[in-house]
């Protein structure tokens, strides 16, 4: 039993990975590219590791019925289209953040002015390490936002252990380039951007919302850094009670240790003790790992990820798994490189 | 029929790939993998990407009887060990120089004194693109080495064309930390290799020696640049007679038609027109291309390869699928990702 | 009135610096570059950039005497050749930690043993926006640590201010390789350190000792980013009461309008919005930003230095220029590179 | 006697270094900045090592009269706007290709149909160590290229003493992102052109008309790696008789053993054995070194500079100092820096 799958926007970051994944998919046919500036050019002139694949982008105002469609569209083109992708898909994971808030007044208070608020008790979350059990089923998905995965990961355990402490969390995230799409302008330029440490978003990103949405209020702040692929959540956390690192092991092992896509990493010897993006790049794994801070009453918590992949694509395929009772990992066993340089 | 494997010396950074690629492979069962350095440590601790793999590094000197064992050993312990190798396994790749030349005297003029010359005609080399059939059954291979394989990829389509021309080629090769191996002194920490453009072998480089065997001499220098994968080599090319740009498509063409992991890439619009070692990182294949500059008479080839894969790890489980028969992209699918930084 | 000046251990990467300062200082004169380990050679060899200067380090048992002395060694040397030193020379500045802590507790407390804690209380720290006046004459100077300096550069105006709150401030600080200076192991080569985002001291990291003593408790932490050259801290504070743009536009213009090495960079259009260790590349300078978080009650501050610089030499060669009465900006003056890469 | 100095194209990346250089410079006073994208922006805005510079864009339409005006537009402006600049100015030094080459006929082989042809016999190229002497009092300099300066201050020494050789040299050039200039589209974005080893231009690079001109027929190609400032050449000469180190060393001495900004690096030991980009980062420095390949009877020169120094500003300023009879290294002493990364 094969399901046939499509990519709207497949020209694009996300949308070239999701047609990596498609095509190595067991239990996917990839039936449709669309991209609106790259009609009829071959997926491999957009995508140069995907020469092999025998594929043309086509217009994405013709869409092929499939029983999978995933949107890879900017922010705001999902809730335009819905109608047309629903239409042509029984199931839609939409990659955007066009659906991934519950009400019309969230999305008010971190965007602008939703053109179809009626469906947002509609669709599904996706972050399949927090609602697992909500996304079997789902037929209109909302893949959870890269900086939002990263933070959740790493909160969720001191959440349900109760430990998040009264205190707002700080949350410090580092990202890559790509966050920015495949355009770019002035600032995103190799010569502007190469070796920065740019505070990128000081305050207010509208990742904030989803963190807030399901695990409380934090302190965010996302710096851009010198890497292509990857973000990376550090979270000063402050307890209200004292905790042992025993604790903290064991809320996080509580947390994570069926997850397929969740690494516990933390102290040990060597070169790699702790989360870094380099050590998932390419992949839907997530690291996570923590150390305790006793003079400042601390715990700091260090969250990787690719937000290509587990960040946004890869998050995408593992959620249309769960929701078609496929076998979670599928097409999504990519181990990583070592070594590996700015992924 | 499934075929056990090991893999001597695999902390360093191509033992490690042999083990992602072997612990992937749907005809080899990982049995082994040793490390002097890192005995009884898991292979995570050396690999991080590889912290989901439940092997721990055994010592070399305890060699389980296997089919088919990789070494990864620094060049001169393959010489040394070769006995042992042989009684452990019916077929041994060798991923060092060791067994790549011919003849004692070619040895000697490029290196310091063979202590098993008498093995070197029972070698095979292994570069499956010029000599797949010499492979198939072959039970010592030479796996070629990561320069040689960029270079030699670029120029076997002219070879085979007669258009080298009777000057001498000139080839300038581009290369990442990785070939430095995992050790490294002041020259390759971070802080003094940063940026670099660095003649890294001016003159002399051994690999040098490799296409002499095979395609003829060549003037060779090799640059180090900032990647940490990735080889790249390019040819300038003098043919006695003038050619078209339709010859060499032919020539090119007819050469790699059937080839797995060779894609042609020259010209064409978009970002990506001509070979680059991003486009193959973490994968086997090779992208070759060429472009004619009429005013100076000259072919310019463009050859781009991951050293870690097609130059090392790559290349020898393709040498061991050939050898033993098995279908040759088995393991060795992985398309690479987009964007990507330095790899 | 030339004063002549010499530096111990000046084959380090701080070392280097100093010698291309003093080289081109109007009011110094450089006598003598020491290292233990590039004894004889050109100060050349270990500095490609200081290929024209015709000097030779020589033995560091081999001290002339001159006006200053500047101690680039390993922390824990200074203290044991503290007398040699002031023989040497009438003023010393350590760039060491060996002088920075007040009190022989603080220092065990982080440290381990000080060999000298009588001469604690006579030392001067260094970061001259903080304490100009006392080392007006000062003859023992301790120059500022690289993240320490970041750190308070960005805490002093709200220090000052009252507007540090009671809840602990969170510093996250992104620091570049070259604070590992110029040995490194596996963990600084290329290729493990090339794009990472790596937690570097999650806490305790010693720098926090400084922190503590002039500004305060801080919940702080360090990453390693993929630059050579650069520090960059950011600061979470949460004041107790709520204060606007305006207040923090004032307290940071007041503390900072006549610092001739300090630049206020907060928001604007253009690429470079916020402090950015690129922007002072090089440099002695710092620059220092903030944005206000409303939703959250919380400043965020940015600080941004050249770690070997104004984290380092330039901070020295600056402390000693106020020491001896000299013009504060003297050889102190490179305006930094636009555009830069990772610096 | 203080010269006034303007800058028409201020606000790209060469226009910005020169701002930077004539404000630090002895013997001028600059006066204007002229940018049609920034105008009554401050010069801070567009290039932030220069915030404490108290200088605002203005339109370029309105020029000052001033001793010196530094042009550094597109190609193809100065040809439009020359009257007007030497209207405004007794000196004209323009950094665009544009009066470069001597004829019409040479101009029209590589660029298209050249506007004021009857000027290019009147402009004098800049290369100071090429010919210092024509640019005394030259009122209309055109400042040579990046990389045909890094090529030809590798190959004059050679053809001074005639061992160039019958055979085309081979020049392999390889530049950072900075060549591009400050715009950029989507192949310059961060995330495509981060660790590229790219074939930038293949064949046929304009600057390859420069090198002709003036040294001769060389076979050029020109890839693109990661780094923002830097070109480097490598070129692979084959003299027609066998010559010895000793001889190569004593061509590179007795054309370089006066030149200011010239330095001769080839072999030695430690990390810096090669001329490197980063070496010169950021200065008017180029460094050239050699080795001699008897194998190949092949002479491989190396030849580094930054671009936008050397290559571009710095070269400029150079020019203009040697043309009014000021000291040649006014303004220029910057030494670089150690460590840096990619610059």
Redesign the interface.
């Known amino acids: 039993m094969t399901l046939t799958a499509s990519v709207v926007g497949a020209s694009g ?1 996300a949308g ?2 999701l047609l ?1 994944l498609l ?2 998919h067991p239990e996917f046919d990839l039936e449709q590219a669309t991209s609106r500036s790259a009609t009829r ?1 071959t997926v491999g ?8 694949l025998d594929l043309r982008f086509t217009d994405p105002a013709d869409l092929d019925s499939v029983d999978v469609l995933f949107a890879a569209t900017p922010h705001g083109v999902s809730m335009e289209r819905i109608d047309d992708f629903r239409d042509a898909a029984d199931t839609v994971v939409d990659l955007s953040a066009d659906f991934r808030l519950n009400t019309e007044d969230q999305y008010d208070e971190w965007y602008d002015g939703h053109e179809r608020p009626e469906l947002l008790a509609d669709a599904t979350y996706a972050l399949p390490e927090l609602n697992r059990e909500e996304l079997a089923g789902a037929d209109l998905i909302a893949s959870g936002g890269c900086n939002a995965t990263a933070t959740m990961l790493g909160l969720l355990p001191l959440a349900d252990a109760d430990l998040l402490g009264s ?2 969390p ?1 949350v ?1 995230v ?1 990202v ?3 966050e ?1 799409g ?3 302008g ?14 990128y978003a ?3 990103h509208r990742h904030e919302a989803e963190i807030e949405q399901f695990v409380g ?5 996302v ?1 851009a ?6 973000a ?1 959540a ?1 979270c ?1 956390v ?1 307890p209200d009670e004292r905790v042992t690192t025993g604790d903290l092991w064991g809320a996080f092992r509580e947390r994570y240790e069926d997850e397929p896509f969740v ?1 516990l ?1 933390s102290g ?16 839907n ?1 997530a690291e996570v ?1 923590f ?3 006793p ?2 009453g ?1 715990i ?1 918590v ?1 969250s ?1 990820i690719d937000n ?1 992949m587990k960040g946004s694509a890869g998050q995408a395929v593992h959620a249309a798994n769960v929701a078609l009772g496929i076998e979670e990992t599928a097409g999504l ?11």
């Open positions: 970051f070239g990975e990596r095509a190595g050019k002139h957009a995508h140069p590791n995907l020469r092999g205190q707002r700080v410090d580092k890559g380039s790509s920015g495949a355009g770019g002035a600032a995103a330029s190799h010569a502007e951007r190469s070796g920065v440490v740019r505070p000081p305050t207010s209020r934090v302190a965010f702040t710096h850094v010198d890497m292509v692929r990857g990376s550090t000063h402050f690494r990493v040990g010897g060597g070169v790699y003790r702790y989360p870094e993006p380099k050590s998932v790049a390419g992949t794994y790992g150390e305790l801070d003079r400042n601390r700091v260090f990787a290509v066993e990519f181990q990583g490189l070592h070594p590996v340089g700015a992924p």
